[in-house]
């Protein structure tokens, strides 16, 4: 049998620097958004917080053993803005920049392709406070000063940088749903600072080719891709309008630094287009991704939605019980529904491995880019044994048909260069605290005790080990 897999595919793992790390006023850091966000009381489940988180800060070493025992080709991994730059602007932090120096040279000890994310919604609180982060176009030359600095530091070191991590959950969640900081729910606002963040991806981009760094860079985007119920045309042009809105609004942006047009016909109708200034298009062309990254974990079903008005609502499952979660959906444009063909997680996720391939063909198919798929993993409730072991057979499932539809995307000509499953260890869930496990291996601790926080090899964590080492053939 024949791999289907490049022979430097980059099979790899993620992670994001609040989920993991602790640490969060140690060596001169400074409160990111999310710092504060978690204080206030009901802002994540049970209050969990990412003080401690598993505390890979200090056990960043033993990590990076265990990822070399797999095998891992690639681990990415996002560095924490205000650990560099603790008021966002202004004077470095030179213990931050060591830490992070420290663990690039820890994984290339190994062999390990580490994969460096800019930004994963961590933003400095300072920017937050003084002029409101993403809401302020001073935002742009402050992220990118931020990044110049690391590239300048790292990309000797590092191949591969991803600019915003899922830029369209941290505005939609933090602007719409008032579910992530600063927790406003304003759709002018909203796409107002959805623009903003465009530039600042795109500026950063720009100076990383002006600056002549080698590597690559990308922004990751969080994919849905979007189903008709039942085949009805009315329900069809529903699935249109949200893969529309709701994927080439952004995607598009990325790659052709453009918005598409029917979304922003949809927009001004509503009186919601951003404001657009002169040499803002120049600047969005000039940020062109090296490639597309991919968080894929879901696809959604949609149909008509007949009521008016521009609220857009959803109730979030963040206890695991499943049927918890209602999306409204955009009123007069589409409305979610269940899919009767796809199982789902214990937080209402669709589990579609086939969606994948989709996506993977979407994205090609459209934009003619290379893709990194940056997340992709199962959210699971796992059970650590009497005996130790942690037998997590869901996600080996969900992981190896995953895996298997990578191949056919790549068999169907689709340029994929890696495969990050999300995440490595347990780490936190930003609003369904640590209940919700996606490692390969076990953090032991749980919402009342940090416990010892000891790390326990899953056994997916065998199963991707074999994966890596056959190139995807087992
Ligand atoms: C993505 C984020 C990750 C991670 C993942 C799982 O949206 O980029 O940081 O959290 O989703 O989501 P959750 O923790 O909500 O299950």
């Not at 560095?79 to 730059?85: A, G, L, P, V």
């Not at 798929?373 to 650590?384: Q, V, Y």
């Amino acid at each position: 049998e024949r791999s289907l897999f490049s022979s430097d595919f980059l099979w790899g793992s993620a992670s994001a620097a609040y989920q993991i790390e602790g640490a969060w006023n140690e060596d001169g850091k400074a409160a990111s958004i999310w710092d504060e966000f978690v204080k206030q009381p009901g802002a994540t489940y049970k209050g969990t917080t990412g003080n401690i988180a598993v505390d890979h800060y200090h056990r960043y070493k033993e990590d990076v053993k265990l990822m070399a025992e797999q095998g891992l080709k690639a681990y990415r991994f996002s560095i924490s803005w205000s650990r560099i730059i603790p008021n966002g602007k202004g004077e470095i932090n030179l213990e931050g920049l060591k830490f992070y120096s420290d663990l690039i040279d820890e994984l290339l000890k190994y062999g390990i392709e580490p994969i460096v994310t800019l930004y994963h919604w961590d933003l400095p609180y300072a920017l937050q406070a003084s002029y409101g982060g993403w809401e302020s176009r001073e935002i742009i030359q402050d992220f990118t000063e931020y990044a110049k600095v690391l590239f300048e530091m790292f990309s000797d070191r590092v191949n591969y940088w991803v600019s915003l991590n899922e830029q369209n959950i941290f505005i939609m969640h933090g602007y719409l749903f008032a579910t992530h900081p600063p927790a406003v729910k304003d759709p002018k606002r909203m796409y107002e600072a959805n623009h903003i963040a465009n530039l600042a991806n795109a500026s950063v981009i720009k100076a990383f080719r002006e600056g002549g760094y080698k590597g690559k860079i990308g922004p990751s985007f969080a994919y849905t891709p979007s189903y008709a119920l039942d085949c009805q045309p009315e329900n069809c042009l529903a699935a249109e309008q949200h893969q529309e809105l709701l994927s080439y609004f952004w995607m598009d942006c990325y790659v052709r630094g453009t918005y598409p047009r029917l979304a922003m016909k949809v927009l001004e109708d509503k009186g919601l287009a951003p404001t657009q200034l002169p040499g803002d298009s120049e600047l969005l062309k000039a940020g062109r991704p090296d490639f597309m990254g991919l968080n894929y974990y879901q696809t959604a079903t949609l149909e008509a939605n007949p009521s008016d008005g521009i609220g857009f609502d959803s109730k979030m499952n963040t206890t695991g019980e499943k049927g918890k979660s209602e999306s409204k959906g955009l009123p007069g444009l589409f409305k979610t529904a269940v899919n009767p063909t796809l199982e789902t997680t214990n937080w209402d996720w669709t589990i579609d491995p086939v969606g994948l391939r989709l996506a993977l063909r979407r994205i090609a198919s459209r934009y003619d880019i290379p893709i990194l798929i940056t997340e992709n993993g199962l959210g699971d409730f796992d059970k650590l044994e009497e005996d130790g072991t942690v037998n997590d057979a869901n996600r080996i499932d969900f992981l190896e048909k995953h895996v298997s539809e990578i191949g056919k995307a790549i068999e169907d000509g689709v340029d994929v260069l890696g495969y990050c499953t999300w995440s490595f260890t347990d780490l936190l869930s930003w609003l369904n605290g640590y209940q919700k496990r996606y490692g390969f291996v076990y953090v032991d601790r749980d919402e009342e005790s940090e416990k010892e926080l000891t790390r326990i090899k899953k056994e997916s964590f065998y199963w991707y080990k074999d994966i890596i080492k056959s190139n995807g053939l087992s």
